[in-house]
């Protein structure tokens, strides 16, 4: 640590020589150098090339910045055509939802017609085969009733004429037919 001090002692102390050239320091020659170094840029008109290139990025920038906005623009109107189309479809959606529910409406209305008016068929077919079933029933009736009748009074005939009653008969039928 002493050797430490004693070398920041030296070196406060002590002026150190620079080093010179014709007569000037590194300073100076640092500076002439950028100086040379400046002018050379200018002379070889390097600024003008990088604002050149500088302009041409702003250009491109400008460009696709341009491309951007009618971008943006083109997918505005391609949101708003299918926002457009998407109302279309759901408006259409709701027509074709809403003639659905009438034509079932109607289809049941027909429906509950047809099987009213098809009850009202079997109900008549029904009955009418009940009264022809009833007619027939009835003169079937008659008939055995008829034929019943016909038999006893033929056999009332049968049991109670005799020859005298039957010749009695007779001229009683002759005489009506005569008298018409």
């Given amino acids: 640590m002493a050797n430490f001090g004693l070398?920041?002692?030296?070196?406060?102390?002590?002026?150190?020589?620079?080093?010179?050239?014709?007569?000037?320091?590194?300073?100076?020659?640092?500076?002439?150098?950028?100086?040379?170094?400046?002018?050379?840029?200018?002379?070889?008109?390097?600024?003008?090339?990088?604002?050149?290139?500088?302009?041409g990025k702003i250009a491109e920038i400008s460009k696709q910045l341009n491309e951007a906005e009618q971008l943006r623009l083109d997918a505005e109107s391609l949101k708003a055509e299918y926002e457009a189309k998407l109302a279309r479809a759901a408006k259409e959606a709701e027509e074709l939802r809403a003639r659905a529910d009438a034509e079932a409406e109607a289809l049941v209305e027909k429906a509950k017609a047809d099987a009213t008016a098809l009850i009202a068929r079997r109900k008549q077919m029904a009955?009418?085969?009940?009264?022809?079933?009833?007619?027939?029933?009835?003169?079937?009736?008659?008939?055995?009733?008829?034929?019943?009748?016909?038999?006893?009074?033929?056999?009332?005939?049968?049991?109670?004429?005799?020859?005298?009653?039957?010749?009695?008969l007779v001229d009683d039928a002759i005489a009506a037919v005569a008298k018409a």
């Fill in 7 to 55: 070398f920041l002692s030296e070196a406060a102390g002590e002026a150190h020589a620079t080093p010179t050239a014709f007569g000037m320091d590194a300073t100076v020659w640092v500076s002439i150098a950028m100086l040379v170094f400046l002018g050379i840029l200018a002379w070889k008109k390097v600024p003008a090339a990088i604002g050149a290139m500088l302009d």
């Fill in 127 to 168: 009955e009418d085969r009940i009264a022809a079933a009833e007619a027939t029933a009835l003169s079937e009736v008659r008939a055995a009733a008829a034929k019943a009748a016909t038999e006893a009074a033929a056999k009332l005939i049968a049991d109670k004429h005799d020859a005298k009653a039957d010749k009695a």
